[in-house]
């Protein structure tokens, strides 16, 4: 079973920065969308930013202008650098990948989880 491991979190000022990775365990035989949900405390778990097999992106509202998402799908990573972090980022952060494993066929993958931190 593929292992997704998250690096990256902590505890940052307010309009500072952090760069979160994650690396998947094994390679993918094709991947389909790549990137990070989060989820704070008493929340559901919401989209941050992905990016398809195509190359488009998407975004939530709140971090429009500020994340930025990239993957390298020859190393089966994604980072997402955030920037101008606000009090409001607060939360687990988790990475996801959706993609084809040799022997496992189609599957939703999920890292376990990285805090991120924000304070006023």
């Known amino acids: 079973q593929v292992q997704l491991v998250e690096s990256g979190g902590g505890l940052v000022q307010a309009g500072g920065s952090l760069r979160l990775s994650c690396a998947a365990s094994r390679s993918f035989f094709s991947i389909n969308a790549m990137g990070w949900y989060r989820q704070a405390p008493g929340k559901q778990r919401e989209l941050v930013a992905a990016?398809?097999?195509?190359?488009?992106?998407n975004f939530a509202d709140s971090v429009k202008g500020r994340f930025t998402v990239s993957r390298d799908n020859a190393k089966n990573t994604v980072d997402l650098q955030m920037n101008s972090l606000k009090p409001e980022d607060t939360a687990a952060y988790y990475c996801?990948?959706?993609?084809?494993?040799?022997?496992?066929?189609?599957?939703?993958?999920w890292g376990q989880g990285t805090q991120v931190t924000v304070s006023s």
């Open positions: 996801n990948i959706k993609g084809y494993i040799r022997g496992e066929g189609l599957g939703d993958y």
């Open positions: 990016i398809t097999s195509y190359g488009r992106t």
